[in-house]
């Protein structure tokens, strides 16, 4: 009954023998190997743009920072929700990497609302006297655990046109958002205006490995410098690039995250009958709020996942709020002991 994070799950079969057949015998370093550049062609052709820049690297935090790099100057902003990766979850690292680009919070929701988020950037950057108007950056699916629809980035990223400012998208949970949506990669990025994506593979089944899509080609070779001087450009990159060539492999990055969304949504089903559910989930993640009793009955039991709040004293009926996550591997017998446990 492990519902903590999709990080913390098994590797498919599928990519470990992949695995496999990409150690045998020698290979060129650095992804100058045969595989790196055949899985390069794989990831334009599936994003539908022959022209893209590719690049893997090893973890969700670096791909977003090296790619906000490529785009705000040190004394620029990103434009973030409050509740983003970039913002509550990576250490200052995009600071870091941009040499101290700052970010700007809008609103106060997990996604934009492009009338606030147009103030935001109206009301900034006029002066030598304020950080400089850079970067919008989205996470799709959100940290919520909720989506934005086609036209809602279009939306979005229609504000930062406005502004003649690039647009960054988090997709850490790429996969899970985009077959929720039914939509293809390039609809979910280029065509609605993203200049650069992250790939997520780590969050769905991979060993550690993510890809950075610049459909602005001009951006490669500052990539790969960063990348280098950041110290993320692996010597044995062939052990990156099999991962995602698995990850592609007959479309398993789409089975997985189907996977992954229906066993969320079978849970969803039974917190409803004894908690609040919060926005309207559609991916792998759900936030509910629960009794304390609820919360004890299922620790007590061997269920794992995070509480916002103390368990262990005050009113057993007060509810809790929790953060539920369904990897691909979650058995539907899983599901239903902790939903025969908290009563659902």
Not at 212 to 239: M, N, Q, T, W
Request: aromatic share 10%.
């Amino acid at each position: 009954m492990f519902f903590a994070s999709d990080n913390s799950g098994p590797v498919p079969p599928q990519v470990l023998e992949a695995l496999t057949r990409a150690n045998e015998g020698h290979a060129k370093g650095y992804g100058t190997d045969p595989l790196t550049e055949e899985v390069t062609q794989q990831l334009r052709d599936l994003f539908e743009a022959p022209e893209a820049a590719v690049y893997l690297v090893a973890t969700g935090t670096v791909a977003n920072c090296l790619a906000l790099a490529c785009y705000a100057q040190p004394f620029d902003t990103v434009y973030c929700t409050p509740p983003a990766h970039i913002e509550e979850d990576e250490c200052n690292a995009p600071e870091f990497y941009t040499g101290g680009a700052k970010l700007t919070l809008v609103g106060e929701s997990d996604r934009f609302e492009p009338s606030v988020l147009r103030r935001a950037i109206g009301g900034s950057g006029g002066s030598v006297h304020n950080a400089q108007r850079g970067p919008v950056s989205i996470t799709q699916a959100t940290e919520k655990g909720n989506i934005y629809s086609l036209d809602d980035l279009r939306a979005v990223t229609g504000v930062a046109r406005e502004f003649g400012l690039p647009v960054h998208l988090d997709g850490a949970r790429f996969a899970n958002a985009c077959v929720a949506l039914g939509c293809t990669p390039a609809e979910m990025t280029w065509k609605s205006g993203v200049d650069v994506a992250v790939f997520g593979g780590t969050k769905n089944g991979l060993m550690g490995v993510e890809a950075v899509i610049f459909f602005d080609p001009e951006k490669a070779r500052e990539f790969e410098l960063r990348r280098k001087r950041g110290g993320h450009l692996f010597s044995k990159h062939r052990y990156l690039t099999a991962q995602m060539q698995a990850y592609l492999a007959d479309d398993l990055w789409a089975e997985l995250a189907r996977t992954a969304n229906a066993k969320s949504t079978r849970l969803l089903a039974g917190l409803q009958k004894v908690g609040k559910i919060e926005g309207d989930p559609r991916v792998n993640m759900i936030f509910a709020r629960l009794p304390r009793k609820l919360h004890a009955r299922a620790f007590e039991a061997g269920a794992y996942y995070y509480c916002m709040g103390d368990i262990a004293e005050g009113d057993p009926e007060e509810p809790v709020k929790a953060r539920f996550v369904c990897d691909w591997s979650i058995e539907d017998a899983e599901i239903d002991r902790y939903l025969e446990v908290i009563g659902a």
